[in-house]
Structure formats: C-alpha cells, structure tokens
C-alpha cells in the first residue's frame, strides 16, 4: 500500500522520495528529509501492527501536526530543526495513542463513549462540514471508535459505525431503542404529532405498522398494482427511446425519480400522471421542499432561535404544507365519491385501504384525516428519492464497470430472451441481477443514516449511554467496515453468488432487510423500512428493462465519479448525465 506523507510540514523541495540530485540541500530541506524518513519508518511501524487502522493513524499524525505548526516555527529560531522535528512526532504518537486509550478506558470505566473535543455552541458541526456527512462521521468512527458521542449544535447524538453496536443496540437492546427522536419543534407543522416515521413506539404507530406490513405495503397489494409499475416503466422506456433516436443525453437521476414519484403517487393516491397532469410533479416538488425546511427547522442547529423562526423557514414550511394538505384533501374527497359511485377506477389504492380502516368501527386505532394526509407525505418522502437515487448509482456502476454490464445482459437474454421485457416475476430467475442490486444498497444505502432515541439509561457493551439522547446509525460505514467485507469500497457483485459469497446466498432477501448486522440499507427490527419490498420489486425490474433495452455511454468521459453528494437521502455528487443507445425497441416487444 502506498501512503501520501503528511504534507504540512514538508518543503516543496523535499517530497518524501527527497529532493533531486544537484539540490542544495539547506538546514530546512535536512530537516524535511530527517522528517520524511521518519514519517516512512512511522509508516512502516503502522503498517506492520495495525493495517486496517493505517489510514486513520496518518491522518491522525497529520492533524496533530497541523495543530502544532506555529509552535514548530517558533522554536526552531533557537533550536535545532531536526530536534524539533522529532518532537513533533513523538507528540503525535502520544496523541494517537492517548485516543485509542480513551476508547478503552471510556469501556472499561463505564463511561460515556469517546468522542473529540466540541466547540462552544456549535459542538461537532465544524467536524461535519467538507465531504459528504456519512463520510465525515466514517473518518471520525476511524479515530473515536465504533460508538462515539457527538454535539451537533445543541444536540448530543452518539453515532453507531459496526456490525457489533449495531446488533448489540438494534437487536439484543432492540426496545430500548424503537423509537425516534422529537425532532420537530416548529409550530408551523400542521402535522406534527401525526407523522408516523416520526411517530414514538405507541399504539399508533403500531396499527399503521401492522396496516403497512399485512396491507398497504404486502406482497398481496404490491401485486395488485403491478401494472402501474409496469405502465411507468414503460413510459421512462420510451422517452429513453426517443432520447436515443435523438441522440440526446438525459440525466439519468431526472428520469429515474420522475417515475418512481409517479409509481408511488399512482399507488398510494391514484394520482393522474399522464403528460399533461401536473399533480405528482406539483406534490414531488412540494415534498422537496417540506423535507428541506423540516430538516433546516429539526436539525437542533437553530436551538432555541428555532421557535423565533427568525430565518422564516417555520412560516414557508406552513405555506408548503398547507397547500400539499389542500392537493389531498381534494383526492381524499374525490375518492370518498368514487367510493359512492361505486367507480372503482386502477384498483383499490392505499387510500382506499386507509379510507375504510377509518371506518371501521371495530379499528384498534381511529385513523383521523390528519393522520392520513401525514402518511401520505411521508411514504412519498420515504419512497421516491431513496430508490430512484439506488437505480442511479446501478447505472453508473455498471458504466463504470462494463464486464459486470455484460454479464447481467447475458443472464437476461438467456432467461428472458430478446422477445419480450424482463418482468417483475423473472427477478426470482435472475440471480446476478438480484447481486448487482444487492451490491449497490451495501456500497450506496440511499438513507445512509437513520436516526433512533436511547428512551432510557443503559449499558452497551460497556459503554454508559444517556436515556432520551438520539442515535445515529451510519450504514454508510457498517456496510463498508473492512471487519465484514473482503475489498468493501470495491463493487463486487459475484460476492454474493455461490462459494465466493461472503453470506449465505439462500438467507439474503431476509438479510437485507436487517436480519445481518453488517448489512443495514433498510435498516432493522420492528422499525425497520417497510418499503423494502416495493422499493427491491421496482428496483430490479427497472433495471433489468434499462440493461436489456439499452447501451450506455457517460457524456463526459470514460469513467463516473463515485463521489458521494451531502444530503440526508445519499445520491451522486454530480450529474450522471449519459446518452442511453438502443439494444432492443422497447416498443416492438411483447409485454
Ligand atoms: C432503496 C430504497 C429505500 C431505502 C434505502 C430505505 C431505507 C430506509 C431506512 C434506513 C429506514 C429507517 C429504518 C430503521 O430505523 O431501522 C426507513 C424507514 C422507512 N421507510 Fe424506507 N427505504 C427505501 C424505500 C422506501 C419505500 C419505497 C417506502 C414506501 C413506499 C419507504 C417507507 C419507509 C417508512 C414509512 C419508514 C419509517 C418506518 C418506521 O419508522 O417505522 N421506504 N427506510
């Protein structure tokens, strides 16, 4: 392995290979090489003890130098240069070793988990700011460890990053830990309270829990509606077509969310979408915009100044969703007559089966109107952009990856044929397509971070947690912790297929949904996401149609940048706009 020296206190002249024959070689240029063979032998030294942890040490070295640079400056007028040098180093071993001390005893102690030292006010957040959110808590779980405390703003959260915690907390603690935090303080939310992601473990969100999984979301209803999913696919492959025919470039994140809104709209309200209905867009936008504001009014930065709202987020937050609250209360009113008239239109939606369970009078829980307007904005917030986002980083894995496109290509023409469009009930028959999927949740889980409450005081795995503190689950760093997974930043689809597999093959569709603690896109336990199914069904049956019907070229060069984007719901840092070519006219095969 090859390892950038730290580069703060190096001389340009001096790189650590040293400086070029014929160089003058002056006190500082000594003093940078006396530093550079040190920093290889320091290199070295870590390389042989501790491997995994070698990248985490030398950024470890290079932020205690960083830290002490003036003080390096300072000293060096009166005292040799190399002598300083040498100081400087044995300060940062002490560091890092101090660091992975205070792990130790923090657990033996039964402390609170480690974590590095908060500013005033701000706390954390200056450690959040730079590459992506998930990444920057990756880095810091390197240096602090697996369970580590953190202020963001005026917040304590600590942050899980490894199988072990997370099983230890999601599992064998799992009641403790059911519940999300109160994160919404704003007075403008004409919702709030009625929410059921943010809903604590009650008896509402049990009965809408039990409503999800036995109805709403079941295998039954997925089933039912499948032609609306079929119906949307076929759509965004025609305008691929035509974009083809064109020789235009689209961008692949535009396409790919337009319809899974429009999949999640028709089924949850059966919302018109055809060209010249703007309704599921008019409702995407407006839940763009909710989510936003709610996160910049809940993100506990604002602290008190929240309930001022002196930013004026609260008052546009009430504007945005008052008129998303006047959008359905007209579907509801349309589907309350259709239920009169007997007219029964796609197919019973899932605000059919939640109009009748508000009126059944034998019901566990009365559903109100608010209750299912607000289930309404959360399963499009939850489903949209965290499935459409995963197809896109399929797509741009397999552009970067063309073996592994080919591959998939040949498993669906040698199970489908080129006849007719791979269906949602061929996926069973498609193995590797299912490992190219499963694949892209590890590498890219499109909710990288969800969010729980400690409800009361309790020990893990020696650490003393605080009751009614929020926990946050990086799945980003779990899916990717080298402890798990042989190469784990590298796509590697056949893992999962026969004796390479890392897990057993047969366990994976119940592994995905959280039954593998090294393995979290959806999540785990009685919290866990109940669109799995929904989101794994469109999944891969809008990718295998995207494989089978065409060939893709990225426009701006050879290769994706993989680069992680900074919101909440991970997506791609830049465009992946490509110029999609027909294989096969999507339009001449049989449904
Ligand atoms: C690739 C797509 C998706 C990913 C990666 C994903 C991921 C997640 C995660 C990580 C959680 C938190 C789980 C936990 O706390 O243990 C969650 C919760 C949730 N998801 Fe998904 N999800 C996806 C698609 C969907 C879809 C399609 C829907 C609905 C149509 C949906 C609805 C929900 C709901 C309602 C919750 C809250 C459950 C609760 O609090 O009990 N998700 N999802």
């Given at each position: 392995m090859t390892v950038d020296a730290a580069p703060v206190a190096v001389p340009a002249a001096a790189s650590p290979d040293g400086p070029g024959a014929g160089e003058e070689t002056t006190s500082a240029a000594k003093a940078a090489l006396m530093e550079a063979a040190m920093m290889r032998t320091a290199q070295e030294i870590f390389l042989d003890s501790m491997p995994e942890?070698?990248?985490?040490?030398?950024?470890?070295?290079?932020?205690?130098?960083?830290?002490?640079?003036?003080?390096?400056?300072?000293?060096?007028?009166?005292?040799?240069?190399?002598?300083?040098?040498?100081?400087?180093?044995?300060?940062?071993?002490?560091?890092?070793?101090?660091?992975?001390?205070?792990?130790?005893?923090?657990?033996?102690?039964?402390?609170?988990?480690?974590?590095?030292?908060?500013?005033?006010?701000i706390g954390h957040l200056h450690y959040l700011v730079g590459p992506a959110l998930v990444k920057s808590l990756q880095n810091l779980a390197r240096q602090y460890g697996p369970l580590m405390l953190l202020r963001l703003g005026g917040a304590a959260c600590y942050v899980v990053s490894d199988a072990k915690f997370a099983k230890e907390i999601l599992k064998t603690n799992e009641l403790n830990f059911v519940s999300r935090p109160d994160i919404d303080t704003s007075v403008y939310n004409i919702y709030k309270g009625s929410a059921f992601i943010t809903a604590p473990y009650d008896a509402y969100w049990r009965f809408m829990k039990k409503l999800c999984m036995t109805r709403l979301l079941s295998t039954t209803q997925l089933n039912q509606l499948s032609h609306i999913r079929e119906d949307e696919t076929l759509k965004l492959l025609r305008l691929l077509a035509d974009a083809s025919r064109?020789?235009?470039?689209?961008?692949v994140k535009t396409v790919l969310m337009a319809m899974t809104n429009n999949v999640i709209c028709r089924m949850a309200m059966s919302i018109d979408c055809s060209e010249d209905a703007n309704e599921a867009r008019e409702i995407k936008e407006l839940v763009d915009q909710i989510s936003e504001l709610g996160g910049k009014l809940s993100a506990g930065i604002l602290g008190p100044l929240a309930k001022l709202d002196i930013f004026g987020y609260g008052k546009q937050l009430g504007q945005k969703l008052g008129r998303f609250d006047q959008i359905v209360d007209r579907i509801i009113e349309e589907h309350e007559q259709k239920d009169i008239s007997g007219n029964g239109g796609e197919g019973r939606d899932l605000l059919d089966i939640l109009l009748e369970t508000s009126r059944d009078p034998n019901a566990e829980v009365k559903l109100t109107r608010t209750q299912i307007k607000a289930f309404f904005l959360d399963i499009v917030m939850a489903g949209t952009d965290t499935s459409s986002l995963a197809m896109q980083w399929s797509m741009a894995e397999l552009i970067n990856h063309p073996e592994v496109f080919k591959k998939l290509r040949q498993e669906i023409i040698s199970v489908v044929g080129e006849n007719r469009l791979v269906k949602e009930s061929d996926v069973q028959n498609l193995p590797y397509l299912q490992a190219v999927v499963k694949e892209t949740l590890r590498l890219y889980p499109t909710a990288p971070l969800f969010i729980r409450v400690c409800n009361e005081d309790c020990t893990i795995k020696g650490f003393r947690l605080k009751g009614k503190t929020r926990m946050l689950f990086n799945s980003y760093a779990i899916n990717r912790d080298p402890a798990s997974w042989t190469d784990p930043d590298e796509f590697i689809p056949e893992r999962y297929i026969g004796g390479n597999s890392d897990m057993n093959f047969a366990q994976s569709q119940m592994e995905m949904r959280g039954q593998n603690f090294s393995y979290l896109p959806f999540g785990s336990g009685r919290r866990g996401c109940p669109g799995a199914s929904l989101a794994l069904t469109v999944m891969h049956a809008t990718l295998g149609a995207l494989v089978q019907c065409f060939d893709w070229e990225f426009k701006d060069g050879d290769m994706v940048d993989m680069e992680e984007g900074k919101g909440f719901t991970m997506g791609m840092a830049n465009p992946l706009m490509c110029y999609p070519a027909l294989h096969l006219d999507p339009s001449t095969l049989t449904p």
């Open positions: 942890e070698y990248e985490m040490m030398v950024n470890a070295i290079y932020k205690v130098k960083l830290s002490f640079k003036f003080r390096i400056v300072r000293v060096s007028y009166g005292k040799g240069l190399t002598h300083i040098e040498y100081r400087v180093h044995i300060t940062s071993w002490v560091l890092i070793k101090s660091r992975r001390n205070q792990q130790k005893e923090c657990e033996i102690k039964g402390q609170q988990p480690p974590g590095p030292m908060a500013l005033p006010v064109n020789g235009e470039s689209c961008d």
